[in-house]
């Protein structure tokens, strides 16, 4: 039986620690972080996802400004929308929630968005500079998987760790997370060969492809930590990850549940990467 990593717990942790920071902060100069976020179209899982991200604003103490545009909105409205927010001293940071309609090129929106106001570290110079190892922002999703691991307190050095999915968003940042920290990573991807011979041999695997119980017990060794990035909706409309979560559970040692897991550390380090934007600009430096 493995131990279940609570994402629940750990980001109220990591709120927590928002929110008193953000208390002293407004105490000192009277203002607080504010969050625009973008919602383009009817995306049921997007509205979901903002309305949790519109929730943990006020349960840190931030403002949120939400937009949210029609489906057949331009790229030029778009552009607009982030130009007048990019201008906007009041904002601190900015989100577009991915998946935007087809007619708008997400990349031309990532560009877009002012460096310092990229709370998702989405945009090419700080993608840049997690690279290199010099942020000020780590992407919200790995960030907050290393957070989970942190909370095992099983440590990373040294350790064989596999990532399953190669995407911008989670895969190729969350390699680059792990091996700042020493891990000797390898990602999979579609055209790895004999993945289970892979993955079998990772102490630490993390799973993000998008596929519902994707990840069998044959695929895992025993006492390996299991972090699961997937967030699949079954037809019967319940949540499920990338991993057959009845099935490993029995053999590993750590694992994190859908929902429950990832999906709620993804929006507090959003709340973190918020904080951070916001004392950046107002040069407090602390
Ligand atoms: N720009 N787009 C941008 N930034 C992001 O960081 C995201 N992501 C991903 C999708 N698009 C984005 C999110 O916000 C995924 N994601 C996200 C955020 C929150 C949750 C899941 C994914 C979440 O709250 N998950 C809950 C269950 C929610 C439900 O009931 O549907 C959980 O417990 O896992």
Known sequence: MANIIDGKQVSANVKEQVRQETEILFEKYGKRPALA?????????????????????????????????????????????????????NINGILVQLPVPKQIDDKAIINAISSEKDVDAFHPENVGKIMIGDYAFLPCTPAGVMELIHATGIEIAGKKCVVIGRSNIVGK??????????????????????????????????????????????????????IDVGMNRLENGKLCGDVNFAEVESKVSWITPVPGGVGP???????KNTLTAFKKQNLFFE
Do not use: W
């Open 265 to 271: 550390m993804t929006i507090a380090m959003l709340m």
């Open 37 to 89: 976020v973008v919602i383009v179209g009817n995306n049921p899982a997007s509205r979901v996802y903002v309305n949790n991200k519109k929730k943990a604003c006020e349960t840190v103490g931030f403002q949120s400004f939400e937009y949210a545009l029609p489906e057949d909105t331009s790229q030029e409205e778009l552009l607009e929308l982030v130009q007048t927010l990019n201008e906007d001293k």
């Open 173 to 226: 940042p969350m390699a680059m997370l792990l091996l700042h920290e020493s891990g000797t990573v390898t990602i999979c991807h579609s055209r790895t060969q004999d993945l289970p011979s892979v993955t079998r041999e990772a102490d630490i695997l993390i799973v993000a492809i998008g596929k519902a119980n994707f990840v069998t017990a044959d695929m895992v060794k025993t006492g390996a930590v299991v």
